[in-house]
């Protein structure tokens, strides 16, 4: 079984049981009171973030081609699983999603980092569990972390979502 197809066979269960700066603004659009906690939706964005594991990273990169850097990964799920246009740095994302406490967190939100020395300079999606999916570096790509990693446990800044 091809590691994709695993981990969403793996994903799915959970699911029910129960991540580089642009130019570009910040999308007004995507704001909590526009997407209601829809766990269809919240899947969608989970298999998504799933399907582009070991995508390669460009930085700048928002396209499924040529690859991602972190906030564009995060604009090309949203966008393309469940229709919701979330643009700009993961800093301007962080700007217009909503703060969620770590015991309110769902799969689908996004998770934040300050990995530059500012604050929310890396995003990615949380996928459950205690683990995310991002656009690494170059050398790694698009691949899944632990939150409790030593190196990405010092520098989360929190969840937010666009979700009620």
């Known amino acids: 079984m091809n590691k994709r197809l695993f981990l969403g066979v793996c994903i799915t269960p959970l699911l029910f049981a129960c991540s580089t700066s642009s130019r570009q603004p910040a999308s007004t659009a995507a704001t ?62 962080a700007e217009v999603a909503k703060p969620v406490e770590p015991a309110q967190a769902h799969p689908g939100d996004l998770v934040f980092f300050n990995t530059l020395g500012s604050a929310f300079s890396h995003v990615g999606i949380y996928i459950g569990s205690g683990k995310f999916v991002h656009a690494a570096n170059e050398k790694t790509g698009v691949k899944t972390e632990r939150l409790n990693h030593v190196y990405w446990s010092k520098r989360f800044e929190g969840y937010r979502t666009v979700f009620a």
């Open 32 to 93: 909590s009171q526009n997407y209601p906690n829809n766990p269809a939706k919240r899947q969608d964005i989970v298999m998504q973030a799933v399907a582009m594991l070991d995508r390669g990273y460009t930085y700048g990169g928002k396209k499924l081609h040529t690859g991602f850097d972190c906030s564009g990964l995060v604009s090309f799920v949203y966008k393309e699983s469940a229709g919701i246009p979330l643009k700009g740095s993961a800093a301007q994302m």
